[in-house]
């Protein structure tokens, strides 16, 4: 990823070779699996804190939270994959 | 007897607070780039390099990779003192443990310093 950003920031070149790359089927998905990893453990980090706070922390309140942070990641992750396509 | 010297600050109460703080400034950093990216679907190069040739992108990525060391500091520690213990590994254990921690550590430093190179190369 930093030599990507590396890339990209150097040339304009670099940032058309980036640009390309990133257009492939592959690099797209190798893209939208990192950012799915990236997006459910921004999720799931967001319920710790609130969670840190106080909220939620029953036994009841963490299934529910649980159930919440699947269905907020799953949903984040599709539309992460109709960005990249 | 003090056992363990590997973690963050020799402090659990202050690893936890540095692994959230961390969390908080990472958290901004990407929900800014996408919101960045969403908004310029027809990205070109000058507006890219424009937006890391301010101040307070450089400062705010600079940040960024900093919580970035951190945050993967403290989960490393977690993951490697969790599962390579000498019950799953015999007493080969703690070499094993120092190894991957001291590869980690590097790979965070390089990263880091490649990083400060990249955003005040430009």
Redesign the interface.
Known sequence: MLYGLDLSLTSEEGFAQVKDCLSSPVAKLIIWGLLSALLYHLVAGIRHLVMDAGVGESLEGGKLGSKIVLVISVVLILLAGVWIW | MVTNVTNFSRSGLYDWMAQ?VS??VL?AF?IFLFGYL?SHPGL??ND??AL?EQNWMRIFTLLALLSVSIHAWVGMWTITTDYLTPMALGKWATVVRFLVQAFCGMLMFV?FV??VQ?LW??
Do not use: E, S
Request: proline share 0%; net charge positive; aromatic share 30%.
């Open positions: 959230r969390a908080v958290g990407f969403i070109t190069y890219w390099r890391f990263l490649w990083g990249i190369g430009i």
